[in-house]
C-alpha cells in the first residue's frame, strides 16, 4: 500500500509563508492524482488542491491565487506552496494520493498555524 509522508509545517505569521511536502513510496505513474486536505479545529476535513498525473491541478476557492501545487516526479514528493497566509488557513494539513485501482491512502496529517 503506497505511503505517503507530510513535512513542512509549522508556525507563521500572517502574510507569511509555507512549503509543505508529501514523499509518496511508489512512482506517480500509479497514482491517479494527489491533493492535499485540511481539517481546522471543529470543522469537517476540507479540499485544498489537487495534481493529477497528467499536471491538471484544481484548487478551493479560499486559496486560489495564494497556494500551488506541484510536483516532483524523480523525488515521488507534491508540494504545496502557500504564500499570503491568513489566520483561517491554520488547519492539519494531510496529503492524500488515489491509485490507479481506486485505492485511496492519507498521510498523517502536519500542523499549520498562521498568528494574526
Known amino acids: 500500500q503506497v505511503q505517503l509522508v507530510e513535512s513542512g509545517g509549522g508556525l507563521v505569521q500572517a502574510g507569511g509563508s509555507l512549503k509543505l511536502s508529501c514523499a509518496a513510496s511508489?512512482?506517480?505513474?500509479?497514482?491517479?492524482?494527489m491533493a492535499w486536505h485540511r481539517q481546522a479545529p471543529g470543522k469537517q476535513r476540507e479540499f485544498v488542491a489537487s495534481?493529477?498525473?497528467?499536471?491538471?491541478?484544481n484548487y478551493a476557492d479560499s486559496v486560489k491565487g495564494r497556494f500551488t501545487i506541484s510536483r516532483d516526479n524523480a523525488k515521488i514528493t507534491v508540494y504545496l506552496q502557500m504564500n499570503s497566509l491568513k489566520p483561517e488557513d491554520t488547519a492539519v494539513y494531510y496529503c492524500?494520493?488515489?491509485?490507479?485501482?481506486?485505492?485511496?491512502?492519507w498521510g498523517q496529517g502536519t500542523q499549520v498555524t498562521v498568528s494574526s
Open positions: 492524500y494520493a488515489l491509485t490507479s485501482l481506486g485505492t485511496p491512502q
Open positions: 495534481i493529477t498525473r497528467g499536471g491538471t491541478t
Open positions: 511508489e512512482s506517480f505513474f500509479s497514482l491517479n492524482h
